[in-house]
Nanobody
Framework: VQLQAFGGGLVQAGGSLRLSCAAS????????MAWHRQAPGKQRELVAG???????NYDDSVKDRFTISRDNAKTTVYLQMNSLKPEDTAVYYC???????????????WGQGTQVSVSS
């Protein structure tokens, strides 16, 4: 299982960025995918998640500004980030919970992280 994230960069406050994360999961099924972020000196935190059924959840700090979505094959997850704020500056990581099937345990995999920097 491999996850590769794209789309980070430097943007001014109020701007937008779109992150993508492509998962290579041959032989596995993806239960859910999510974006987390880690700012300098802080713990990694959940930003947004999406289940295999399409249900989504967001941290309160990004509700109404960020949107998580997934392609039809359910192997690529996107994070559309609008109205970015300096406090959104962090390394963003994608995560996938994968399993071989309904009677197998679920495993967590992480992408390499992509830097998002928002200037004031």
């Amino acid at each position: 299982v491999q996850l590769q994230a794209f789309g980070g960069g430097l943007v001014q406050a109020g701007g937008s960025l779109r992150l993508s994360c492509a998962a290579s999961v041959s032989g596995f099924r993806i239960n859910s995918m999510a974006w987390h972020r880690q700012a300098p000196g802080k713990q990694r935190e959940l930003v947004a998640g999406i289940t295999s059924g399409g249900s989504t959840n967001y941290d309160d700090s990004v509700k109404d500004r960020f949107t998580i979505s997934r392609d039809n094959a359910k192997t690529t997850v996107y994070l559309q980030m609008n109205s970015l704020k300096p406090e959104d500056t962090a390394v963003y990581y994608c995560n996938a919970q994968v399993t071989r099937g309904p009677y197998y345990p679920s495993y967590s995999y992480w992408g390499q992280g992509t830097q998002v920097s928002v200037s004031s």
